[in-house]
């Protein structure tokens, strides 16, 4: 399993994490005034994984974040790759900075996802159909940044690919 691999499996850990009922309230009763921006609109958090709606959600915001936690894989590990394929002899700080970035660049897309789905679900003017995607990426990019150190660890710990013989 080479690094990018596991930063889709770290990434794929936190978005099933995100999804369990039983943290996403221990952690919001401890950190309340995380759930502040949530109140205007904003995406909160990372999207959450899960089989079921979760409360008085339904299907269809369920399967939209279900898709944006597939997206923040999918963008995280091709992020990764790309970095590998790149600089395949990169240092090892390069390389916890590229699996923070991955993170990072994760969380925005799933967080413009996520404000687009808003600004569709609450049937929003020209100024949510711009501004909600706008905060989804930036608040999902300030997540990406608190938790991007997970991935990058994880980078570390995993070969890049295999070098070429010249």
Do not use: K, Y
């Not at 995380?34 to 369920?62: E, I, K, M, N, Y």
């Amino acid at each position: 399993m080479d690094a990018s691999a596991v930063v889709a499996s770290v990434c794929l850990l936190l978005v099933l994490a995100h999804g369990s009922a039983t943290l996403l309230t221990a952690f919001t009763a401890r950190a309340g005034l995380s759930v502040v921006p949530s109140a205007l609109g904003v995406p909160f958090a990372l999207p959450g994984l899960r089989a079921t709606p979760l409360g008085a959600t339904d299907w269809p915001w369920q399967l939209c974040e279900n898709f944006a936690a597939l997206l923040l894989v999918a963008t995280a590990t091709a992020r990764m790759r790309r970095h590998l394929r790149v600089r395949p002899a990169a240092r090892r700080v390069r390389r916890l900075l590229a699996g923070w970035t991955a993170l990072i660049a994760g969380t925005a897309a799933a967080g413009t996802w996520r404000g687009m789905v808003a600004a569709r679900m609450v049937e929003a003017g020209l100024w949510g159909w711009l501004l909600l995607p706008l905060a989804g990426a930036l608040f999902g990019a300030l997540w990406g940044l608190v938790l991007g150190w997970l991935p990058g660890v994880a980078a570390l710990a995993r070969p890049g690919p295999p070098r070429a013989a010249h």
